[in-house]
């Protein structure tokens, strides 16, 4: 594509990351977790050299710890080194995962790469095919950095595509912790035709040209979250002159992370439901082009199969045979939970429009379930009083423990309640046709 200048935005590398939230994983699947965010990271540089681009831009959390790993840090010095042999300019700029006070194994970097430092906003201005590039950073020197780091960029002088590069949470995003906070005016207004910005592992544009202010999201997926889950990668500009084209993303993660979500409906029992949800599972990897997959997955919707769930044992029972029926798969495709939120076939509203016991309960049910502060304590106490053993009990204990610093989910004590409301409803034979 002459006349055009490319280069790739990545950030939040995250190496050799340990991932959360996956116990127990089988170990071909922890060793392809091992390696997983270094071979993102080869990746990376597959994908800048294969585009041919002129540039690549990194915003921070290279490394996942500040005490950095030798093990990453060889691993990403043989991919600038590569870069570099190549004729492609790098840019790096620390954030709060590996500020530049951590330890450094690298003494030298390869010509063609400039880390920022953290003192002030640096400008380095390079000529690509004749066309004048400046390229604007800062790292973090620590990783608590609470200053508005975004108000000292300003656009250099002259003609030329001007390119920001910074680790922030702009706009204040509630699910990252407030570092280098800044508005997208205050990024709107420092002249910048492109800011490369990292921190928020969720893909996302906060805005689409003039200029352009972009997360590219982290290139591995780290665990069950929210942010975590589905394609992770790097977005690849086109520029000509000062003017940013065209910005499209493109994945350079090495296992996924995906929600499967399979109702339950009409299916008659459990061996219906591993099927289907097998089914599902395959379906999934197809659609993500035959990558490695940690799957998570939630039963939901009203059926039949939801009274043989409720067995002690059984939705363990079920996702281990599910790990056991997908364990050829080559990528493979793990099971890391199954959550089961289906209900047994009852019409609720029939119930509540009775006059028994069955719609008082339900009525004193629903009000718990809608009050937040309520269900919050009612989990407490309710884990207090269940001495039993069972999966209710259970949880609440789980639940209760979880809330000892008072931040349990309201979203998950309501949940709790919910079926605990199923259970009763269960055990007291309410909705049997009879
Ligand atoms: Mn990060």
């Known amino acids: 594509m002459s006349g055009s200048l490319r280069f790739v935005h990545a950030a939040d590398l995250h190496l050799d990351t340990p991932f959360q939230g996956v116990s127990a994983v089988a170990p071909a699947v922890a060793e392809a977790l091992y ?11 597959d994908l800048t050299l294969a585009r041919e681009a002129a ?10 710890g500040a005490e950095r790993g030798v093990r990453a840090q060889v691993r990403f010095l043989e991919g600038l080194r590569r870069l570099s042999a190549a004729g492609v300019q790098t840019f790096i700029a620390h954030g709060n995962h590996d500020p530049l006070d951590g330890w450094s194994a690298i003494r030298e970097f390869p010509p063609g790469v400039t880390v920022f430092g953290s003192e002030a906003v640096e400008t380095v201005s390079v000529t690509v095919d004749g066309r004048p590039v400046h390229v604007h950073g800062i790292s973090y020197a620590t990783r608590e950095v609470r200053d508005n780091l975004a108000l000292g960029f300003r656009r250099a002088q002259g003609a030329g595509l001007n390119i920001g590069v910074l680790h922030t949470n702009a706009t204040g995003q509630a699910d990252h912790a407030p570092y280098c906070p800044c508005s997208l005016a205050d990024l709107e207004a ?10 928020i592992h969720k893909q996302q544009f906060l805005r689409q040209g ?28 086109e520029a000509t002159g000062a003017t940013v084209e065209r910005v499209t993303f493109a994945p350079v993660d090495v296992v996924r992370f995906v929600p499967c979500a399979v109702d339950v409906g009409d299916l008659a029992d459990v061996s219906a439901l591993y099927e289907a949800v097998r089914e599902a599972v395959l379906g999934l990897q197809a659609e993500h082009g035959d990558r490695a997959l940690l799957v998570r997955v939630t039963l939901e919707g009203r059926g039949p199969v939801a009274a043989d769930l409720r067995r002690e044992g059984a939705v363990a029972e079920l996702r281990d045979a599910l790990r056991d029926g997908l364990a050829a798969r080559s990528p493979f495709v793990w099971v890391e939970s199954v959550k089961n939120a289906a209900r047994r076939p009852v019409d609720l509203d029939a119930v509540r429009r009775g006059q028994d016991f069955g719609a008082a309960l339900l009525e004193r049910g629903d009000a718990l379930v809608a009050d937040e502060g309520v269900a919050a304590h009612f989990v407490g106490r309710a884990a207090e009083l269940l001495e039993r053993p069972g999966q209710v009990a259970t949880a609440l204990r789980d639940l209760a423990a979880d809330n000892a610093d008072g931040s349990l989910a309201q979203a998950e004590a309501r949940d709790v309640l919910a079926e605990a409301l199923e259970l009763a409803m269960d055990k007291l034979g309410m909705g049997d046709e009879s």
């Open 55 to 64: 540039l690549l831009v990194i915003a921070g959390d290279i490394y996942d």
């Open 190 to 199: 420092a002249g910048m035709d492109y800011w490369a910005l990292g921190h």
């Open 210 to 237: 003039g200029p352009w202010v972009a997360y590219s999201g982290d290139t591995q997926g780290r665990s069950p979250k929210p942010s975590e889950m589905g394609a992770k990668g790097v977005l690849v500009a």
């Open 35 to 45: 390696e997983a965010s270094l071979q993102a990271w080869d990746a990376v540089v």
